[in-house]
């Protein structure tokens, strides 16, 4: 069992910056995928960012194009927790943000929300203009 929680979000004005924190149980934190997902109002959950993991250890970030040179995402796994920076931000990225894991090892398309195993409870980013 993988508990996840996030913090960080906010109300924040147009341009500004938030940094998400989700940090997460479990003993082997670096093995896992873990994405980053936003669902505005009324929408459909999104996805935004993920560090991917990959064979023999190594890993790649990846983000959505709406958010790519924005968004960076970045993971501290001696402190099991996994961040997104957040500059620039517009009023379209207000959503309520979701971290995820997946601990499942295999190759994985990392943009689909049913791959994750586990995720945190949300929190709210609001952007005003």
């Known amino acids: 069992q993988v508990h996840l929680v996030e913090s960080g979000g906010g109300l924040v004005q147009a341009g500004g910056s938030l940094r998400l924190s989700c940090a997460a149980s479990?003993?082997?934190?670096?093995?896992?995928?873990m994405g980053w997902f936003r669902q505005p109002p009324g929408k459909e959950q999104e996805f935004v960012a993920a560090?991917?993991?990959?064979?023999?250890?190594?890993?790649?970030?990846d983000y959505a194009d709406s958010v790519k040179g924005r968004f960076t995402v970045s993971r501290d796994n001696a402190k099991n927790t996994v961040y997104l920076q957040m500059d620039s931000l517009k009023p379209e990225d207000t959503a309520v943000y979701y971290c995820?894991?997946?601990?499942?090892?295999?190759?994985?398309?990392?943009?689909?929300?049913?791959?994750?195993?586990?995720w945190g409870q949300g929190t709210q980013v609001t952007v005003s203009s």
């Open positions: 560090v991917v993991q990959i064979r023999y250890g190594g890993s790649r970030t």
């Open positions: 995820a894991a997946r601990t499942r090892s295999g190759p994985s398309n990392y943009i689909r929300p049913i791959e994750y195993d586990y």
């Open positions: 479990g003993r082997t934190f670096s093995t896992y995928t």
